[in-house]
């Protein structure tokens, strides 16, 4: 148990909806991430906060957007889905703003149909 | 752009015998490189991490090995064991560049350890 916990586990939904997945990261640290994993590819870096400010952007489409709270929870927002964004939502956590060393929860998978 | 790529997507290997995880990198900025771990229906798990100033660093019965100039690093895991079957994950990151926060992660090999 690696100490972030995703709610929730699965989501099914229709193309067009809207989803928010949670994300709660290990107790003290401050930067949350957020990976997805389509089929058959590896974890692609979407965003990054650090107490409680956005930190890093990496390929993140305009559709998608996340935020994180006062109290360091964090929540990734999905609209307008498409069939494409069917994939597993990995959030992890850090001590530190800069640090290779991931928490990973145990992810969120995204169905859309 | 794969910047990281790990080209066995499956790897098979006896009980009590070396496994060989290999991954290759493109982008030459990147000077820290990890090793995640996956079951199925979890997250990744970190495994062992080496910085671009090392060419080996070791933890228990994994080892894992840099070599810069030939953009490669490996991860042996000796010895193997039936509860090491699972993905990994070849990750790396660019400390130096001030993206250190952003992990590149290549596709996954997974081993299968069989008795």
């Known amino acids: 148990d690696s100490g972030v916990t995703q709610t929730p586990k699965h989501l099914i939904t229709a193309t067009g909806q809207r989803v928010t997945l949670r994300c709660s990261p290990r107790s003290g640290d401050l930067s949350v991430y957020w990976y997805q994993q389509s089929l058959d590819q590896g974890l692609q870096f979407l965003i990054q906060?650090?107490?409680?400010?956005?930190?890093a952007k990496g390929n993140i489409l305009e559709r998608f957007s996340a935020q994180q709270f006062p109290d360091l929870h964090s929540e990734l927002n999905l609209s307008s889905l498409e069939l494409g964004d069917s994939a597993l939502y990995f959030c992890?956590?850090?001590?530190?703003?800069?640090?290779?060393?991931?928490?990973f929860g145990p992810g969120t998978r995204l169905t859309v149909l | 752009d794969q910047q990281v790529k790990q080209n066995s997507p499956s790897l098979s290997v006896q009980e009590g015998r070396i496994s060989i995880l290999n991954c290759d990198y493109t982008?030459?900025?990147?000077?820290?490189f990890l090793w995640y771990k996956k079951y199925p229906a979890e997250g990744p798990t970190f495994l062992i991490s080496i910085s671009s100033i090392k060419d080996k660093n070791e933890d228990g019965r994994f080892t894992v090995f840099l070599n810069k100039s030939a953009k490669h690093l490996s991860l042996h895991i000796v010895p193997s064991q039936p509860g090491d079957s699972a993905v990994y994950f070849c990750a790396a990151s660019a400390f130096g560049t001030g993206t250190a926060s952003k992990l590149t992660f290549g596709t996954g090999t997974r081993l299968q350890v069989t008795l």
């Open positions: 982008n030459s900025m990147f000077d820290y």
């Open positions: 906060y650090y107490n409680g400010e956005e930190r």
């Open positions: 992890a956590s850090s001590a530190h703003e800069t640090s290779g060393e991931q928490f």
